[in-house]
């Protein structure tokens, strides 16, 4: 049996092809009877409204027909779209000796969080000819095939496959990562092996398509129970084991999983790689602030895509002090990258002299502060239109719930890399980053200081926000766990701040629907996850 956890282009047909004939080659060399790919591992998943085009469809059905064509011996196990009766399907061909063999339609689709499988395809019948659907004969072994879902559920397609007589299921998947997905992914396949005595050959995709992250870490679990077989996180990967047709394997070698923080920086890493070389770019431009969000982007996209592809540009104004001109100016030396100094201060003065008729009058507030940012903001889109660069913002989480950014300034750009994740966790990561290189990649100062816009004298986000480690659970409490304000301060906040906060993340809505998309970590992002209509009208603060 071949585990092949590769990594697709969403629409790419073609190349995706050509990864699945190219592990299909060493299955072939290692003497397989059998390889498994991931759920729609044809089109990438996943493929959203190109379903809508009725080429699209066709195209990825002559292709999985021509993996088929090139079949041998060894049975190929290949997601895919299936259009028959006028419905699409989320499908896998069974593939051997040069034609299609057989194809399952997986049943059970979900429609929640990110995933809204039930806009474009039917479910799957749960039986064909009297018998269990997804049941199959391979080399003389009667194997369950089913996808993702189908595992999930107790009650499910793999528990009647099992029962007449399935003792080895191989489940395809496209499963997203998200902050301690993998124990969870990991509890659930344990269970299901000892309550179905069989063996699962679990086949994730891996990649980012989007904001969305695919970990990997496919596993084969014994009928036991026990995990005797576990791919790479976050990278592409290729194995063969040996099952017998009892269920049976022998314990094989298991890639141990990173702590959560670890696995979340390589979800940021991975996301950040592939949006940026997915979509034909090789560079990316970052304002350094001297700020920690900054430093920690800038950290993640060396990491991503080497220091010779990333450029930081300090642009001072008035009220930028020196001190964060070092820190960026010491970041970009630990980091290797090319660092820049650019002031935005002719620019601004510009901006104040056209204004002031218009202002005569009004005392300097927000406006004079948004001016900076923007600035800011267009200077980097020139540096991204002269020299192809995509632009990373640095806003986080907390930010960005209560609108604490400057729409059509600091939140221009291609990728918001630390979109979902609070500001909390960047001060954790930062941290970490340091601890994991033995040297100070972030300077110290960065992750002591408290942070500020500098948009002003002597400001801090702290005048305007509570500290981060009282803002922080408010809003998990908010987004991720959907509570209301009573909720919330019954829970022990106070009620007076829980209200504010609420009001201010739901009255920037709108700002945060035109930010660009970012990489997803948590169970809740905003984007797929969290769709709150602009225009509401519903009180929390009453619920």
């Known amino acids: ?309 990333v450029h930081g540009v300090a642009m001072p104004s008035r009220y930028s002090s020196q001190g964060s001109l070092d820190d960026a100016e010491k970041l970009a030396t630990a980091l290797g990258i090319d660092h820049r100094v650019m002031s935005i201060e002719p620019a601004f003065t510009a901006y104040l002299d056209m204004l002031a008729p218009s202002f005569t009058g009004k005392d300097p507030d927000l406006t004079e502060e948004n001016l900076q940012s923007r600035c800011r903001g267009m200077s980097l889109m020139a540096l991204s239109n002269k020299f192809g660069w995509m632009v990373l913002t640095t806003g986080n989480k907390s930010e960005m719930a209560v609108g604490y950014f400057t729409i059509y300034g600091d939140s221009v750009g291609g990728y918001a890399v630390i979109k979902d994740v609070f500001k909390t966790q960047v001060f954790a990561l930062c941290r970490r980053i340091n601890e994991r290189a033995g040297r100070e990649i972030i300077p110290k100062t960065v992750i002591t200081k408290p942070p500020s816009a500098e948009l002003r004298p002597d400001q801090r986000d702290d005048q305007s926000l509570p500290p981060y480690e009282e803002l922080d659970p408010i809003l998990r409490h908010y987004i991720d766990d959907d509570l209301t304000v009573p909720e919330i301060v019954k829970l022990g906040f106070n009620e007076a701040v829980v209200s504010r906060i609420a009001r201010l993340v739901d009255v920037n809505e709108y700002k945060r629907r035109q930010c660009a998309p970012g990489v997803r970590v948590s169970t809740k992002a905003f984007g797929k996850d969290r769709r709150m209509p602009i225009t509401n009208g519903y009180c929390s603060e009453r619920a």
């Open 1 to 309: 049996m071949a585990l092949s956890q590769i990594n697709p282009v969403v629409g790419d047909l073609p190349g995706n092809e050509s990864k699945i004939q190219a592990d299909y080659s060493k299955a072939e060399a290692a003497g397989c009877q059998v390889i498994v790919y991931p759920e729609l591992a044809v089109t990438g998943y996943p493929p959203e409204d190109l379903l809508l085009k009725k080429a699209f469809v066709r195209d990825n059905q002559l292709a999985v027909e021509r993996i088929a064509s090139d079949t041998g011996d060894c049975a190929a196990i290949v997601g895919f779209v299936h259009s028959e009766g006028g419905h699409l399907y989320n499908a896998v061909a069974v593939c051997r000796n040069g034609g299609i063999q057989g194809v399952y339609h997986k049943q059970l689709l979900p429609n929640y969080a990110v995933f809204d499988e039930e806009r474009y395809f039917e479910p799957g019948p749960a039986t064909n000819d009297g018998m269990a659907a997804g049941l199959f004969t391979v080399h003389g072994v009667t194997v369950g095939v089913s996808i993702c879902e189908d595992i999930w559920y107790s009650d499910g397609p793999v528990v009647a496959q099992a029962s007449q007589g399935a003792r080895i299921l191989l489940n395809a998947n496209a499963s997203p990562f998200h902050e301690g997905k993998n124990s969870q992914r990991e509890t659930m396949l344990m269970e299901r092996a000892r309550e179905t005595k069989s063996a699962i050959v679990y086949v994730n995709q891996v990649g980012a398509q989007d904001e969305l992250v695919f970990d990997g870490s496919s596993v084969v679990v014994s009928a036991h129970g026990d995990i005797v077989k576990r791919l790479k996180s976050f990278d592409s990967d290729f194995a063969v084991v040996d099952i017998a047709s009892d269920g049976s394997v022998a314990l094989g070698d298991i890639v141990a999983f990173e702590s959560d923080l670890d696995r979340v920086y390589e979800a940021l890493v991975l996301g950040t790689r592939d949006y940026v070389r997915k979509n034909g770019f090789t560079d990316v431009v970052i304002g350094l602030s001297g700020g920690i969000d900054s430093s920690i982007v800038a950290a993640i996209a060396v990491d991503a895509l080497g220091a010779d592809h």
